[in-house]
T-cell receptor, first 110, second 115 residues
């Protein structure tokens, strides 16, 4: 049974800092891994999708990496801004099912 | 990418009643899903909505409690039946782009409070 863990559960950083969010999964037989952002009380916004054959994806200040063999992914946020404050969710797809981590709650202080 | 809308965005309901949530996608999609997000928790998959056939439910969720319809490739409904306060959650609809990448997109969610 696939389990997805995100560390840390919460993170508070000053504006401008670079930061890394971690995601680990127990079953490496995945189809893809996706990072989402969720603002309080809202739906999910897709940030980056990494297919199983890929090692990383980049979008603006965001970079996500995937190491399938070790069951890990990281989301790197460069030069963090207060607008980045949200919960970041990692989701792993395999076998027509997507399993979500519990998320990392990020607060960027101005 | 697919744009997904949900109605209602929020509702406050009385115990024992039922609520139907609608999900509309702006393009035809292969897969549609319904998730529940309880307060402070991550997302839990309720079921996969299959076009033209019965939905596929995850362990712990049953059709009598969460009947789902999917009459076509762009629309689905989830009904939360005989509600209790424990059903208070955000209910999220999602869809697979079905364009060979399988990126998943989400609606804005329906915030349900049961009194």
């Amino acid at each position: 049974k696939q389990e997805v863990t995100q560390i840390p559960a919460a993170l508070s950083v000053p504006e401008g800092e670079n930061l890394v969010l971690n995601c680990s999964f127990t079953d490496s037989a995945i189809y893809n891994l996706q990072w989402f952002r969720q603002d309080p009380g809202k739906g999910l916004t897709s940030l980056l999708l990494i297919q199983s054959s890929q090692r990383e994806q980049t979008s603006g200040r965001l970079n996500a990496s995937l190491d399938k063999s070790s069951g890990r992914s990281t989301l790197y946020i460069a030069a963090s801004q207060p607008g980045d404050s949200a919960t970041y969710l990692c989701a792993v797809e395999g076998g027509f099912k997507t399993i979500f981590g519990a998320g990392t709650r990020l607060f960027v202080k101005a | 990418s697919a744009v997904i809308s949900q109605k209602p965005s929020r509702d406050i309901c009385q115990r024992g009643t039922s609520l139907t949530i609608q999900c509309q996608v702006d393009s035809q999609v292969t897969m549609m899903f319904w998730y529940r997000q309880q307060p402070g928790q991550s997302l839990t998959l309720i079921a996969t909505a299959n076009q033209g056939s019965e939905a596929t439910y995850e362990s712990g969720f049953v059709i009598d409690k969460f009947p789902i319809s999917r009459p076509n490739l762009t629309f689905s409904t989830l009904t939360v039946s005989n509600m209790s306060p424990e059903d208070s959650s955000i209910y999220l609809c999602s869809a697979n782009s079905g364009q060979g990448v399988d990126e998943q997109f989400f609606g804005p969610g329906t915030r349900l409070t049961v009194l």
